[in-house]
């Protein structure tokens, strides 16, 4: 194996990993013997002090890692916050409405509802801490069902789910059934307090 080869495999695993890699593992890995694996780690750390890159590989005991530079700190916290408050969109905010006035529920439930695809949305929300895993149905595969989270509640000012406005129906009374997709997208007030939400708090 050549020497820049090698490198490109360890730097490869190191990025990937996104934490402490032990240095046994990157040799098992990367199939180098130990000792090479600690030369190329060398060299990799100056290929990128050479092209002054914003990366470094640090040791961490008998662990490496590949993280940024210090001097880069402000930038990076300020791109991760413009991400953090980013909108919710309208696909977003209608899988939380759907979510949340039917939960626990499915992703093929928020689908039957929705008439899409959301798989992606859902995986989204959970990611960003508004809903959350619920359990699985006695059902044939078990599917996951969802909730909303402590998150959520936080970012609407709810004390508990039963805070969360009832529907009207078609003459404007409120009602407390389960809306369907056409009525959860007639609720500006909801849309609106989700967009703020997730420009302030998240």
């Not at 090698?6 to 013997?33: H, N, W």
């Amino acid at each position: 194996m050549e020497l820049p080869e090698g490198i490109a495999i360890i730097e490869a695993i190191l990025f990937a990993a996104g934490e402490p890699v032990a240095l046994d593992r990157l040799s098992e890995a990367a199939e180098i013997d130990a000792e090479t694996v600690t030369k190329l780690i060398g060299q990799l750390e100056r290929k990128y002090n050479v092209s002054d890159s914003g990366l470094r590989v640090i040791r961490l005991e008998d662990s490496y890692q590949i993280t940024t530079r210090v001097e880069y700190a402000p930038f990076i916290k300020t791109a991760l916050e413009i991400k953090r408050h980013a909108p919710l969109s309208q696909a977003a905010l209608e899988v939380l409405s759907v979510v949340a006035y039917n939960q626990p529920v499915t992703k093929a439930y928020v689908e039957q509802i929705r008439g899409v695809d959301s798989n992606s949305v859902v995986n989204s929300l959970a990611e960003r801490g508004l809903i959350e895993e619920a359990g699985r149905l006695e059902l044939p595969g078990r599917p996951v069902t969802y909730k909303t989270t402590s998150v959520f509640l936080r970012c609407f000012g709810l004390n508990d789910i039963e805070q969360l406005p009832p529907f009207p129906d078609e003459e404007g009374q409120m009602r407390l059934d389960e809306p369907d997709m056409a009525e959860i997208a007639e609720i500006p007030e909801i849309a609106k307090n989700m967009e703020i939400t997730a420009e302030t708090e998240l």
